[in-house]
């Protein structure tokens, strides 16, 4: 079953009016940033195959990216490869989540944050709701810009350094990734603080 609408529309009837859903994707990854996204999706807009980032095809995810930055409001927040180091996944996850609410105009009146935490300090009303992007709609919509956004970063700097296979791997631990780091070491990008990204699969 595809997110809903539900969450957003017992929100609205208690009187909010601006609901953000928030993302984020590679948390997971070996190199590259951590990137969230904060959606306001008008109340009247459907959009049709607006799932699960993670059960979309890339090229769909492409076209729903578009279509959701033309009519809803979007923000996008990174943490660098050296910020993850700083402050470790976890806290540079919620430090992207925190940028992506604080760019939206005009500010959210609520958040629907994926996963069972908020980023610290946040001040907004908020609800966490655990595998949201399979629930909510603008939990979902954010799960796409996310995602799409940070295949963005992860496709240019594969130019950079074609021998990781980032173009189709987006940063992940597959084995054509960590035979290049057993061979070739890690790159700028790479996470140091995770210990797979230092040095191959040892």
Not at 67 to 79: L, N, P
Not at 151 to 156: F, S
Not at 168 to 174: D, I, L, R, V
Request: charged share 25%; aromatic share 6%.
């Amino acid at each position: 079953m595809p997110p809903t609408l539900s969450f957003e529309n017992q929100l609205l009837s208690e009187g909010y009016t601006r609901i953000a859903g928030v993302d984020e994707a590679g948390r997971g990854c070996l190199a590259g940033p951590v990137v969230a996204a904060a959606v306001v999706l008008p109340r009247d807009v459907v959009l049709d195959g607006l799932d699960d980032s993670k059960k979309v095809r890339p090229d769909q995810r492409e076209q729903l990216a578009r279509e959701i930055r033309r009519v809803a409001s979007v923000s996008v927040g990174i943490c660098s490869e050296d910020e993850i180091d700083e402050l470790n996944i976890l806290w540079a996850a919620m430090e992207a989540m925190r940028r992506a609410v604080f760019g939206l105009r005009p500010h959210p009146d609520y958040l629907l944050i994926d996963g069972n935490r908020a980023y610290p300090d946040c001040a907004l009303p908020h609800q966490t709701v655990v595998k949201g992007d399979a629930r909510s709609s603008s939990i979902a919509a954010a799960s796409i810009i996310a995602k799409t956004e940070r295949d963005r970063i992860m496709r240019r700097l594969h130019k950079e350094h074609p021998e990781y296979h980032w173009m189709t791997n987006k940063g992940y631990p597959t084995p054509p990734h960590f035979e290049a780091l057993e061979a070739l070491g890690p790159t700028p990008y790479h996470r140091r603080s995770f210990k797979l990204a230092r040095g191959g699969s040892a």
